[in-house]
């Protein structure tokens, strides 16, 4: 009986003889009629095999690079969108740039030290007329300071500080109470607010001559506010034969309703 590890030995033995002579057949060149025939058989399909191979590879790049592809392109689109925020936020600050110098261009800024602040808030509801501003006590700001914007209209005063906010009265608030003059009449009183119907001079003695178009401003009467900002015109007066004092309806020029940016004097 032959053993199966005899068997496995002489197996090995004969395989490693037959390689051996297919080398030494290949080296001189004796088994080259045979290699041409099978290299003529087999080439189509080796070529096949390379191409399909190709053609995976490529399948493999592409959807990787469509895969990049759509990694850029979001990429590129938050870059759009980062561009376009900043864009627009650089158009924002270079209008209200030009707002600033403009109403600056108009103002006596020679006169008083100012603060300029945006307007963030408003009272949405009227009852109490007030702006908020985006300045505060850590910018010099503190209660009672004159608020105006150009031309150096008075537009109220301030009322509550924060560190960097501030709450303003408008002069239309009711209680709001400003000592003016009316330019040319030599006429002294107090103007009032009226609860966003305008404002009203009173106090005003009755000797004294006014007419419509008589320019308001402030007296200085007190020291708690600058002599000669502008408050309005008289648009009507009021008077009656038994009563000491006169009463003027004042127009003021300020658009209360779109204030953008003011100036707060801070002496």
Known sequence: MINKSDSSTTLFIVSGAIIILLIILHV???????ENVFIRIFSPIQKYIYLSGNRFSGSIKFFTSIKDLRKENKELNE?????TFENSKLIRLEKENKDLLSQLGLLKKEEFNLVAANVIGQDPNNLIQFINIDKGSSDGIKNNQPVIIANNFLIG???????HSAKVILITDA???????IQGADANGIV???HNLGLMMEMIPQDKIIQRGDKVVTSGVGGDMPVGLFIGE???VKTTDNELF?????KTQA???????????LE
């Open 28 to 34: 001189f060149k004796i088994l080259s009629p045979i």
């Open 79 to 83: 870059k759009v969108n980062k561009l």
């Open 157 to 163: 005063r301030v009322s509550e500080v924060q560190s």
């Open 175 to 181: 209680r709001s109470k400003v000592n003016a003059q």
């Open 192 to 194: 009032k607010g009226e």
């Open 234 to 236: 008289v648009e009507e």
């Open 246 to 250: 006169q009463t003027a309806r004042i």
């Open 255 to 265: 658009d209360f309703k779109s204030l953008k940016i003011i100036f707060v004097i």
